[in-house]
């Protein structure tokens, strides 16, 4: 499994980034991304999470109404739109992916993990 994160760079207060994930490896559409976040001397913590086979997502009560995750499957792709940006949103962000069921957004869930990409809000 490989997760190739882009997207990144640095936005002003109140703007707005994209972050794409390219998915390759999984062998059937049973499998859950998630984006993960570690800010500087931090936790990495979870974001947001979506089951590929049902679409159903998961966001995290600080980024509700400002983010939301999407999928594209015929083109292995999962996006983190990300709007009204904080500088408390600076963080490297990281694609994640599991073939098993999630309960939450723990990373001890998620066995595959792609580089990161900084993320830096200015204000």
């Known amino acids: 499994v490989q997760l190739v994160e882009s997207g990144g760079g640095l936005v002003p207060a109140g703007g707005s980034l994209t972050l794409s994930c390219v998915v390759s490896g999984f062998t059937d559409d049973g499998y859950v991304i998630a984006w993960f976040r570690q800010a500087p001397g931090q936790e990495r913590e979870g974001v947001s999470s979506?089951?590929?086979?049902?679409?159903?997502?998961d966001l995290v009560d600080s980024v509700k109404g400002r983010f939301s995750i999407s999928s594209d499957k015929a083109r292995n792709m999962v996006y983190l739109n990300m709007n009204r940006l904080k500088p408390e949103d600076t963080a490297i962000y990281y694609c994640?992916?599991?073939?098993?069921?999630?309960?939450?957004?723990?990373?001890?869930?998620?066995?595959?993990w792609g580089q990161g990409t900084q993320v830096t809000v200015s204000s």
């Open positions: 994640t992916g599991t073939p098993l069921p999630v309960h939450g957004l723990r990373v001890a869930q998620f066995e595959y």
């Open positions: 979506i089951n590929i086979a049902d679409d159903i997502t």
